[in-house]
């Protein structure tokens, strides 16, 4: 592997506490620098760390200070109470067993190679990784994990699953899908937020996510290209048996939801070639949104299209928003007439070929009912196929979790989508003057723009416990979590503190 992708231990987030500023270092952090010799220049890389010597590459000149530089805001300490990180070195060993498990999931190597028993081969890594990370936790921080908001959250909808298998109109089939589902994606959510703790990790994430949404794009294209439409006879998919993606509509999830994060990596890669490679993957991923002939992915496109401009656009939303207009037409004029038939029978069902948006009404209606006929611990996890016509899912993520699992349920399970948006949002805005020199600014947005087409996307689809949401939600803890240790590190590094161990790559410096 190259160095420049190589992992590095980082400090803790949140420092231990110092002793009182004198008045002088007082007015230096907070106030009118004091009379007497400077400080030695220093510039700031993309995570806005410090470095004796030279000119700040920030706009404003030598010694500027954005906003959200230096140390902490008084509003992150509010937000960031009790979550309360160590420092801790190591998670080697989990962070490669975290990667093996994903690319077994994704790719599943047991679909080229049939002598691999598929009930062992992803069981196997997830194994090997908590061995590996347990022992490594407790000895690093001496708990088994961290607990951001988003962590007790997950937890306390684990819990909600659990409770639901005892009292299911199945226990054998909700504490399959408790099993399988359930305890998967949170075990797995927790360990990303743990383990991956660099920017170099946190990267190797990203990029999995895309070149996985590249593959299967190419895949689909291929499919269409030779006919290959098993979906209803002219749809696509990544691949006929892949697990997480055999369904039409869990792909174009996939596809919606890392198309933000593509646009986010190529608006603040440096070089015209890494903003041309990344702008290729948004416009493959884009095709092959529309080649799923998603109504609900087609639906999230526009949310997070246009959520997307309102935020990259706040000194030049007219700019913008013409762009955006100019790719729309594009769009309009390159798509398949089916697509915006298909896309008609939102609002006119008679237009739907199968029947499916008449089903998918009485579906949810069925689901809201269950839901209030069994508000407190719903009908178990797993267990509305059971109850519904001709076993079909919700085919709504909100009310899959509202009829499995209850009311108290589901409100947890929003609440953990959501949770996310606002420690964003003031990343956004504390970077958004240093946008041009630092990836914290694009990338926060662009997390953002993906947990909004998730949330519209999911309205559609019976993925609550599919590991889209998890995966979004970790990234955007592992964010701040860096964030809060580079503000940190250059406010030290300013004030003349001692050195930071904190990890020295920069984002895009292949």
């Known amino acids: ?41 220093r510039t700031g890389d993309d995570f806005g760390r410090t470095r004796p010597g030279g000119v700040s590459s920030r706009p404003g000149g030598v010694n500027s200070r954005p906003r959200g530089t230096g140390k902490l805001s008084a509003k992150w300490s509010r937000l960031l109470h009790g979550e309360r990180w160590g420092a801790p070195r190591g998670h080697a060993a989990s962070f490669a067993g975290l990667l093996a498990f994903i690319l077994v999931l994704y790719f599943r190597p047991q679909d080229y190679f049939p002598w691999l028993q598929s009930a062992y081969i992803a069981f196997v890594p997830a194994v090997l990784t908590l061995l590996a990370y347990l022992p490594s936790q407790l000895a690093a921080e001496g708990t088994l994990t961290a607990r951001p908001r988003e962590v007790n959250l997950a937890l306390l909808l684990m819990l909600s699953a659990l409770i639901s298998v005892p009292l299911a109109v199945s226990p054998s089939v909700a504490f399959s899908a408790f099993w399988e589902n359930c305890l998967k994606s949170v075990l797995t959510f927790v360990i990303i937020v743990n ?43 990544g691949r006929s048996s892949a697990g997480m ?3 039409t509509n869990d792909l174009a999830v996939q596809l919606v939801t890392v198309l933000p994060i593509m646009v986010a990596l190529g608006l603040g890669g440096r070089g015209l070639l890494r903003k ?28 997070s299209g246009v959520f997307m401009a309102w935020k990259l656009g706040r000194r030049s939303r007219l700019t913008v ?28 069902p008679s237009l739907d070929r199968l029947g499916s948006a008449q089903a998918r009404s009485g579906l949810l209606a069925h689901a809201l009912i269950s839901a209030v006929a069994n508000p407190v611990f719903g009908l178990g996890i797993g267990n509305f196929p059971l109850v519904s016509e001709r076993g079909l899912v919700t085919h709504n993520a909100y009310m899959q979790v509202a009829a499995e699992m209850g009311f108290a349920g589901a409100v947890i399970y929003a609440m953990f989508v959501v949770a996310p948006l606002r420690r964003l949002r003031l990343i956004e805005e504390e970077t958004f003057e240093e946008r041009r020199a630092s990836r914290f600014y694009h990338l926060s947005v662009g997390l953002q723009t993906s947990i909004v087409a998730y949330m519209v996307s999911s309205f559609f689809v019976s993925v609550a416990f599919y590991l889209y949401i998890y995966f979004l939600v970790g990234y955007a803890v592992c964010l701040r979590r860096i964030y809060c240790d580079a503000t940190e590190t250059r406010g030290e590094n300013s004030s003349g503190g001692r050195a930071s161990n904190a990890p020295t790559e920069v984002w895009g410096d292949d």
Do not use: K
């Open 1 to 41: 592997m190259p160095d420049r992708l190589q992992t590095f231990d980082y400090e803790p987030v949140v420092g231990l506490p110092r002793p009182p500023l004198e008045e002088e270092e007082r007015a230096d952090a907070f106030g009118p620098e004091p009379a007497g010799d400077p400080e030695p220049e």
């Open 195 to 237: 383990v991956v703790r660099t920017e170099g990790r946190l990267r190797v994430m990203l990029y999995l996510a895309v070149a996985v949404t590249v593959l299967l794009c190419l895949f689909a294209i291929n499919d269409y290209r030779n006919g290959t439409l098993v979906a209803e006879g002219y749809r696509v998919v």
């Open 245 to 247: 993606f055999e369904n």
């Open 276 to 303: 041309l490679v990344f702008g290729a993957c948004a416009a493959l991923t884009l095709v092959v949104i529309v080649l799923t002939f998603s109504r609900g992915a087609s639906l999230a496109l526009l949310a």
């Open 321 to 348: 928003f013409a762009a955006l207009g100019l790719v729309a037409v594009l769009f309009m004029a390159l798509a398949p007439g089916e697509y915006w038939e298909r896309l008609a029978s939102i609002v006119n």
